[in-house]
């Protein structure tokens, strides 16, 4: 797969619009206010798979790191591995985010998001379409690691998860702590709060020292989470606190076939983890950086090495047009593209801007409808085409390409 293929709608997205309609900048942040009875709940689009979804939470401890954001002896991770259900019955729907992390979104997300309401919204209210705790289905599936933008969290790609566990896959989307907005973890312990806050307070490309630290950071967390789903797989349980995990999981991990996909800095990250681990197979960047920001002005960054010396395994590239940052985007992107027999495939989707890539692609229309968002920055976050149509175009995006590559039979 070579070049650019621009467009907007394809067939195979038409349907899964049908189908999904069927079933279903740094800006001053204000302080958070209390949330009342009239605030907006917002909704996720419905899977659209045949499979229902089972879901739980990892809290994983890697005691070879130190944590490069805080006074902490250890790197810790939290997680969340969605998958096919055998059964939910008698399994509550999980939330979106946990009540502890929902309550810091006024606070932080708006610095990240210009725009997001700093009031009117009931971010806990939200649910999801997958049951906490529900038994797996005991068949070998494709293992697929998720890595967010950065300081965003994981619950912002609820969406396209619970769309591929619906497919046959076992999704884990992972958080990358002292990075993402809000992350809670089971308890507090000593150099950190239960719910913990990104040091971020801006884009980290401004600061190479800062970026080359995010994205290190990045790659080790994640595959770190890929050596503890091999524990999972073994028979082990990787939780710290040991906490009961799901029935048959570890039957549910088929780690022979590993993808990863990850959106901005963790568009980065999963190309360059790809690189970096064999056991990876395909992987997808969903509008990520694959160079270094310039140590001075008027320099160009070090490429990524998977830019600079390509990859013998399948790489999608998808960006929108609405990017604000194109032309630094495409430098890297386009020594990717060079390579001579590379596996590497470019996409681009018209009227949309970044923040499609997330779960904002159908939470931010809603939040312009109540009069909690402008028109001007609903399509500065996510473009302008309807999520009836940009919704199902993202994930047919990713879950052919993963189909393709990494097979659910």
């Keep these: 797969?070579?070049?650019?293929?621009?467009?907007?709608?394809?067939?195979?997205?038409?349907?899964?619009?049908?189908?999904?309609?069927?079933?279903?900048?740094?800006?001053?942040?204000?302080?958070?206010?209390?949330?009342?009875?009239?605030?907006?709940?917002?909704?996720?689009?419905?899977?659209?798979?045949?499979?229902?979804?089972g879901v739980t939470t990892l809290h994983l401890v890697d005691r070879t790191r130190r944590d490069p954001w805080g006074p902490l002896p250890v790197r810790e991770v939290m997680a969340t591995v969605c998958y096919p259900a055998r059964t939910v019955r008698g399994c509550p729907v999980a939330p979106q985010m946990t009540r502890g992390a929902a309550e810091r979104v006024p606070f932080i997300d708006p610095l990240f998001h210009e725009g997001l309401p700093v009031k009117g919204v009931n971010w806990a209210a939200t649910r999801t379409h997958a049951h906490t705790g529900a038994t797996a289905?005991?068949?070998?599936?494709?293992?697929?690691?998720?890595?967010?933008?950065?300081?965003?969290?994981?619950?912002?790609?609820?969406?396209?998860?619970?769309?591929?566990?619906?497919?046959?896959?076992?999704?884990?989307?992972?958080?990358?702590?002292?990075?993402?907005s809000e992350v809670e973890f089971p308890h507090a312990r000593a150099g950190r709060k239960k719910v913990r806050e990104t040091v971020f307070r801006g884009d980290p490309r401004t600061d190479p020292t800062m970026f080359r630290t995010v994205i290190d950071t990045r790659i080790a967390d994640t595959r770190f989470v890929l050596n503890q789903l091999e524990a999972l797989a073994a028979g082990r349980n990787p939780d710290a606190a040991g906490?009961?995990?799901?029935?048959?999981?570890?039957?549910?991990?088929?780690?022979?076939?590993?993808?990863?996909?990850?959106?901005?800095?963790?568009?980065?990250?999963?190309?360059?983890?790809?690189?970096?681990?064999?056991?990876?197979?395909a992987a997808i960047n969903l509008e990520g950086f694959l160079d270094h920001p310039p140590e001075s002005p008027g320099q160009e960054g070090k490429l990524f090495p998977i830019a600079q010396y390509g990859t013998d395994r399948p790489l999608l590239l998808l960006g929108t047009d609405g990017f604000p940052y194109g032309k630094e985007l495409e430098r890297s992107w386009s020594a990717m593209l060079a390579h001579p027999h590379g596996r590497t495939g470019r996409r681009l989707l018209d009227h949309t801007a970044h923040g499609v890539f997330t779960d904002y692609a159908a939470i931010a229309p809603q939040?312009?409808?109540?009069?909690?968002?402008?028109?001007?920055?609903?399509i500065k976050l996510v473009g302008t085409l309807d999520p009836a149509v940009s919704v199902p175009l993202v994930r047919h995006h990713v879950l052919s390409f993963f189909a393709r590559h990494l097979p659910t039979s």
Excluded: C, F
């Design 137 to 180: 289905q005991a068949v070998r599936r494709p293992v697929l690691l998720y890595s967010p933008g950065g300081g965003d969290p994981r619950t912002l790609g609820t969406g396209i998860a619970e769309e591929l566990a619906s497919r046959g896959y076992v999704v884990v989307t992972v958080d990358h702590p002292g990075d993402g």
């Design 243 to 281: 906490r009961p995990l799901p029935e048959h999981l570890g039957r549910a991990l088929d780690l022979r076939r590993v993808g990863i996909y990850g959106h901005s800095a963790g568009g980065t990250t999963a190309a360059e983890t790809m690189y970096e681990d064999r056991r990876i197979h």
């Design 1 to 53: 797969m070579t070049g650019v293929n621009r467009r907007t709608v394809t067939k195979s997205a038409a349907l899964a619009a049908t189908m999904l309609l069927a079933r279903g900048g740094v800006a001053q942040a204000q302080p958070g206010k209390a949330r009342t009875a009239k605030d907006l709940t917002v909704r996720l689009p419905a899977p659209t798979g045949p499979y229902r979804i």
């Design 367 to 378: 939040l312009q409808a109540a009069g909690l968002m402008t028109t001007a920055n609903r």
